[in-house]
């Protein structure tokens, strides 16, 4: 992983002070005859009072948007929640924000020879593959996984954004180029003995349905399930677990060819959770009956 010095000093925001001036005003007044003082008159501009904000909630921090420092989003409004950094976080992002905003999370840097569908840089040369999803809403909830977490706008007004972090864990990416001899030995006997394992028995993995996914958007990015495809060995389960307030459904088959029968959820309602045991190899594709553009894939080893 490159040094992510720049594009940590990128995102840093900027705090704006107002500052409310008093203005003075004089008037003197010459008079006939013998020179006579005349009062000052003061004169006091009323202070320019604050735009009111709603009282923060327990538990919750405040951040305040700036311009978005990447290269071709200079008119678009960031709000960084977790600074770019060696560190892979991963959580669920509470949020209650001034206005409808988009959600952000970075992986990166990246190298040269990765092709994502989606960048963003502050210079040209440190790199980040981007994941953006566009809920439309002000207020909700995002499990989410990156480099860096964000929320953003296409606008060129601040807003603001009350926040928590749920189950918030870090992980430290190694990186094994940057060590000596020895230690890179190490490390490759540490990182690549447990792939040469068999595994142990069936496996759960987990897929969730993110919030805000009951509107078109989630598609631009193949964020309507996350992850939208995932690749597991037969005999393995997966389970959907429906963090949106809308009701979804998990539907083997494609919008286009519509169900194939193999495995249906039926509606999974909000908080529920849909499981499927898939024993036979081969690829699957599923999809949400109710909202078409949510599409998603199991490949079956």
Same mark, same amino acid.
């Given at each position: 992983?490159?040094?992510?010095?720049?594009?940590?000093?990128?995102?840093?925001?900027?705090?704006?002070?107002?500052?409310?001036?008093?203005?003075?005003?004089?008037?003197?007044?010459?008079?006939?005859?013998?020179?006579?003082?005349?009062?000052?008159?003061?004169?006091?501009?009323?202070?320019?009072?604050?735009?009111?904000?709603?009282?923060?909630?327990?538990?919750?921090?405040?951040?305040?948007?700036?311009?978005?420092?990447?290269?071709?989003?200079?008119?678009?409004?960031?709000?960084?929640?977790?600074?770019?950094?060696?560190?892979?976080?991963?959580?669920?992002?509470?949020?209650? &924000?001034?206005?409808?905003?988009?959600?952000?999370?970075?992986?990166?840097?990246?190298?040269?020879?990765?092709?994502?569908?989606?960048?963003?840089?502050?210079?040209?040369? @440190?790199?980040?593959?981007?994941?953006?999803?566009?809920?439309?809403?002000?207020?909700?909830?995002?499990?989410?996984?990156?480099?860096?977490? &964000?929320?953003?706008?296409?606008?060129?007004?601040?807003?603001?954004?009350?926040?928590?972090?749920?189950?918030?864990?870090?992980?430290?990416?190694?990186?094994?180029?940057?060590?000596? !001899?020895?230690?890179?030995?190490?490390?490759?006997?540490?990182?690549?003995?447990?792939?040469?394992?068999?595994?142990?028995?069936? @496996?759960?993995?987990?897929?969730?349905?993110? !919030?805000?996914?009951?509107?078109?958007?989630?598609?631009?990015?193949?964020?309507?399930?996350?992850?939208?495809?995932?690749?597991?060995?037969?005999?393995?389960?997966?389970?959907?677990?429906?963090?949106?307030?809308?009701?979804? @459904?998990?539907?083997?088959?494609?919008?286009?060819?519509?169900?194939?029968?193999?495995?249906?959820?039926?509606?999974?309602?909000?908080?529920?959770?849909?499981?499927?045991?898939?024993?036979?190899?081969?690829?699957?594709?599923?999809?949400?009956?109710?909202?078409?553009?949510? !599409?998603?894939?199991?490949?079956?080893?």
């Amino acid at each position: 992983m490159a040094s992510i010095d720049k594009a940590a000093i990128a995102f840093t925001i900027a705090i704006i002070v107002v500052g409310v001036g008093t203005a003075f005003y004089m008037d003197g007044v010459q008079s006939a005859g013998p020179s006579v003082s005349t009062p000052t008159v003061t004169k006091t501009v009323e202070p320019v009072m604050e735009e009111k904000m709603k009282p923060l909630k327990s538990g919750y921090e405040r951040a305040t948007s700036d311009t978005d420092p990447g290269l071709g989003h200079e008119s678009h409004q960031l709000a960084v929640l977790l600074a770019p950094s060696d560190m892979i976080y991963s959580g669920t992002l509470v949020y209650d &924000a001034s206005e409808n905003i988009q959600l952000v999370t970075l992986r990166g840097p990246i190298g040269a020879d990765e092709k994502p569908a989606k960048t963003w840089t502050p210079d040209g040369e @440190t790199i980040f593959e981007l994941t953006f999803v566009d809920p439309k809403n002000a207020k909700g909830e995002w499990a989410f996984s990156g480099n860096a977490l &964000a929320v953003h706008t296409m606008k060129t007004t601040a807003f603001t954004v009350d926040y928590k972090i749920l189950d918030l864990t870090k992980t430290e990416a190694i990186i094994v180029e940057e060590k000596t !001899v020895e230690l890179e030995e190490k490390i490759s006997i540490e990182v690549t003995a447990p792939a040469m394992e068999e595994p142990a028995g069936p @496996t759960t993995h987990t897929v969730d349905i993110p !919030v805000g996914t009951s509107v078109p958007g989630c598609e631009e990015n193949n964020a309507c399930y996350l992850p939208a495809d995932i690749t597991i060995n037969a005999g393995d389960t997966v389970e959907w677990i429906n963090i949106d307030t809308a009701a979804h @459904t998990v539907t083997g088959g494609s919008p286009a060819d519509g169900p194939s029968g193999i495995f249906d959820s039926s509606l999974v309602m909000a908080d529920a959770v849909y499981a499927f045991e898939f024993n036979d190899p081969g690829s699957y594709d599923y999809f949400c009956m109710v909202h078409p553009w949510m !599409v998603g894939s199991v490949t079956v080893n």
